[in-house]
């Protein structure tokens, strides 16, 4: 399954400008890799519009349960203390073109 996750923050908890943000997200990258293997949770992608404060990620989990508990680590959760997120199952063009016919 597909998950698009839609993420900001406020420009005071940017970590462009704000040490104890900048530290939580080095630590959740610095994690990152053994945390989706522990869930078999994949990111697909990650985008940021700084000027925006704005994150766009997709990643790719067996289940919502499964990404739930990877979001529910440590890092992961210090990261969402400062950043408001949206997560939604999503499908591809092709997926929706096999469920349109």
């Known amino acids: 399954m597909l998950f698009l996750q839609i993420s900001r923050h406020m420009p005071e908890s940017c970590p462009m400008h704000n040490e104890k943000a900048k530290k939580t997200l080095m630590a959740l990258v ?48 210090a990261w969402m203390g400062y950043n408001m997120t949206e997560t939604m199952p999503v499908m ?8 349109l016919k």
């Open 92 to 99: 591809t063009l092709d997926e929706v073109m096999k469920v």
């Open 30 to 77: 610095a994690k990152m890799e053994k945390l989706a293997k522990k869930y078999h949770v994949k990111m697909v992608g990650s985008w940021t519009a700084v000027p925006q404060h704005l994150i766009v990620s997709v990643f790719e989990a067996p289940s919502m349960e499964a990404l739930l508990k990877f979001s529910m680590e440590p890092e992961v959760m």
